[in-house]
């Protein structure tokens, strides 16, 4: 498929989707949504995702009037149907990738933008770089699942903190909360989260698509459901190749060789 407000590129079992619309700060159109969620749901044999923004912004938010849709202040019906038809697909296609998503946050995420970069299960971000719910500045409130990642990645009252009071929360702010895996050199950025996505990549990936699925069983679902989904999952993963080899390098005492299977 060929795309034109994202590039996807592969490198062996990585693959890496770039945000590209330089001139907006990367602002997205239901379109590049509809782009993210084709890439995620044709991701082939990836083992990892890593995503990023060309040039000086991951992503400034979501842009409705990119391809002539009237706005959102002045259609009130627009927003909705943009979510629930573009957006909220992306995200949750994010979200459930049955492979690790690494996001590499170069600029301002704000709106969609944080939603986006939140839902990746790590996220870098340059020390420049900060993460922006300002909705409440004009009478609308965050959505994208900002609501839900916010909440559980830093609970209530920091949560409230950024979409209620808007505020801009820096890199080194956001990892220290823990909504963030880390804050690095701007510099440093693209090669410390290529070298997390390719380890990534050269892992287990059953074993770590299971991890994936049991963490959000853990975030909505009794005790007891997760105890299962972990026997089920640990079932899954103990008859694999790459956990054949797992046990096999432990006992030969050297580094394992897994291959996704």
């Not at 995200?91 to 170069?106: E, Y």
């Amino acid at each position: 498929m060929s795309y034109e407000t994202i590039i996807v590129e592969k490198d062996g079992p990585l693959t890496t989707i770039t945000l590209n619309r330089p001139d907006r700060l990367n602002a997205m159109p239901p379109q590049m949504a509809d782009e993210i969620g084709a890439a995620f749901y044709d991701l082939g044999d990836a083992r990892a995702v890593l995503i990023t923004g060309s040039g000086k912004g991951f992503c400034s938010g979501a842009d409705l009037a990119a391809r002539g849709e009237r706005s959102a202040l002045d259609n009130k019906g627009g927003s909705h149907r943009a979510l629930q038809n573009h957006y909220n697909p992306a995200i949750n296609l994010v979200l459930r990738a049955s492979v690790p998503v690494v996001c590499a946050v170069n600029g301002p995420a704000a709106g969609i933008g944080c939603s986006l970069a939140l839902a990746g299960d790590f996220v870098l971000a340059g020390k420049s770089a900060y993460f922006l719910q300002a909705f409440v500045n004009i009478g609308l409130v965050p959505d994208g699942g900002s609501t839900w990642l916010l909440a559980r990645s830093i609970g209530r009252a920091r949560a409230n903190r950024m979409m209620m009071l808007g505020e801009r929360i820096g890199a080194e702010q956001a990892e220290d909360w823990g909504l963030i895996y880390k804050a690095v050199e701007d510099e440093a950025l693209m090669d410390e989260a290529r070298a997390l996505a390719r380890k990534l990549a050269d892992g287990p990936t059953l074993a770590l698509g299971t991890m994936k699925r049991n963490i959000a069983t853990a975030l909505d679902c009794s005790l007891n459901e997760v105890l299962l989904a972990e026997a089920e999952g640990q079932q899954r993963a103990g008859a694999s190749a790459d956990a054949t080899e797992g046990g096999m390098a432990f006992l030969e005492k050297r580094k394992p060789e897994f291959k996704g299977l």
